[in-house]
């Protein structure tokens, strides 16, 4: 018993991460109908980033904030710079920009700080709180990672909900002709929605480095695992994302630790799959089925 | 207050509008009207600047905004109910109303504008919080028509607002474009396929044939011309 609550404990943890990262691959889709395949890469730049500023400055709150502001102006300039000429064009030539952007970013990385993955510290004790004699698998960090998590998305909420700035957001998403004719400045709308999205990756990054490392590869796992939360929660709903993160962060989690931490990668991808096969619109999805 | 001169506006090699030249006057309702394909909503979204000319001007209260954006046109006071209204379906009512006004800096002349607007259709203030794709379709094309006074605009371009609404509903909605004319001194330049009940409410009419003005007159003149009501208005 005690071990099916240190999975789900790790699951919840865990799934948090990959609901951000999740929200990432979403509020881009949601903006400009786009999969990000460089989510992956523009996090790993700022956990980068992150390492060099904590180990220059000894700060950990310093790296902290700089990845994520890092994150909301890289997020912006790939989209001013390189979506924008994407945008509304053929779906594969957006595809081909951000695979290119992935491999563009993992070589600089390696050419800046090198190939070698370097440890990242967590914000605070990764050991776990003890129950009498148990210490369960769920420390302080992992707290603190679900709480961040979900303060973010809260905060996304907010935005879109109560705010002049994200009535005008949804808007462009979901019309952006008729947004324009009500005088909505959608490009604006469209940048800030990447720079947000690539806030919320810079987050998953923080969060998730001290467990995989920092290196120009490390983050591969993680993209993809948030992908597949992002279609299990219907690739446009913000609400879909963080539930569909949680959920495989519980499933990847119970795989691991009742039949083993080799097939986790495996496991994700069933999930996919079975996703896309059973319901392809996800589980939070309000997308039309387009029939051709 | 709106002239347009020698207009171009293509898709690719099809040129929809075709050198379409028309001036609406302060005040006045204009019908645009014509078959399908004519060329009457791509006239509409060349002046609005959802599709940039390929040539031509086009003047509204003596600035040329032929290659201003469609976010800017908006500014000017120039406002577009698209076909079919373009009410945001995932907003709700109130959120679709409010999007009309976000880029005025005044506050509380939105709030202002807001209650006029439910002052004029009370329909909408009953269902201000439930989602747009909820609402019947003249309701519909009143939130649009009602989004587009939320700007305050000088002028509306409207692209067909009784297409696909019963008959009763669509004389209401006729009878509420003449309203708004009188009342707030709107300058309206209507596209419609229902010649006849358009040319009711309007001063001037223009018929337009594949991309090309091939009438333009008085209301009353172009609906007693049985040879021009046969070929382009049907009725």
Known sequence: MTRFIDLTLNGVSNGAIYAAVALAYVLIWRATRIVNFAAGGMLMITTFVASSVISSSGSYWLGFFVALAIGFLLGGVVERVLIRRVEGGPPLNAVIVTIGLLILLQAIAGMIWSNTPRSFPPAFSIRGYHLGSHTYLFGPFDLFTVVAVLAAAAALFALFRFTDLGLMMRASAFEPIVARLQGVRVGNMLTLGWALASMAGSLAGLLIGPQVFVGPNNFDAVAVFGFAAAVLGGLDSPVGALVGGLILGLVLSYVSGYIGASIVTLAALAVLVAVLMVRPTGIFSSAKVRRI | ?235
């Not at chain 2, 509409?44 to 031509?56: D, E, F, I, N, Y």
């Not at chain 2, 330049?189 to 006849?196: D, G, I, T, Y």
């Open chain 2, 1 to 235: 207050m709106l002239e347009i001169e020698d207009l171009v506006a293509a898709y690719g090699p099809v040129r929809a509008v075709d050198g379409v030249s028309l001036s609406v006057p302060a005040g006045s309702i204009t019908a645009v009207l014509g078959a399908n394909g004519a060329g009457k909503s791509s006239l509409l979204r060349a002046v609005s600047g959802v599709v940039r000319p390929r040539s031509g001007r086009v003047r509204f209260c003596d600035e040329d905004i032929t290659r201003a954006k469609a976010e800017d046109i908006v500014r000017r006071g120039l406002a577009h109910v698209p076909e079919g209204g373009g009410v945001i379906a995932e907003l709700t009512v109130e959120e679709n109303l409010r999007l009309g006004s976000l880029w005025r800096r005044d506050r509380s002349d939105r709030s202002k504008a807001l209650k006029e607007v439910f002052a004029l259709f009370p329909r909408l203030e009953e269902h201000r919080r439930l989602d747009a794709s909820s609402l019947s379709g003249g309701e519909r094309q009143m939130l649009s028509i009602g989004r587009a006074l939320m700007g305050r605009p000088k002028m509306l371009l409207l692209d067909e607002p009784s297409l696909g609404l019963a008959p009763l509903v669509a004389a209401r909605i006729m009878e509420l474009i003449a309203d708004l004319r009188q009342k707030s001194e709107l300058t309206v330049l209507l596209v419609e396929q229902n010649a006849k009940s358009a040319l009711r409410v309007a001063d001037r009419g223009v018929v337009l044939g594949v991309g090309r003005v091939v009438a333009e007159n008085d209301s009353h003149k172009l609906a007693a011309d049985d040879q021009l009501r046969q070929a382009y208005l049907g009725f």
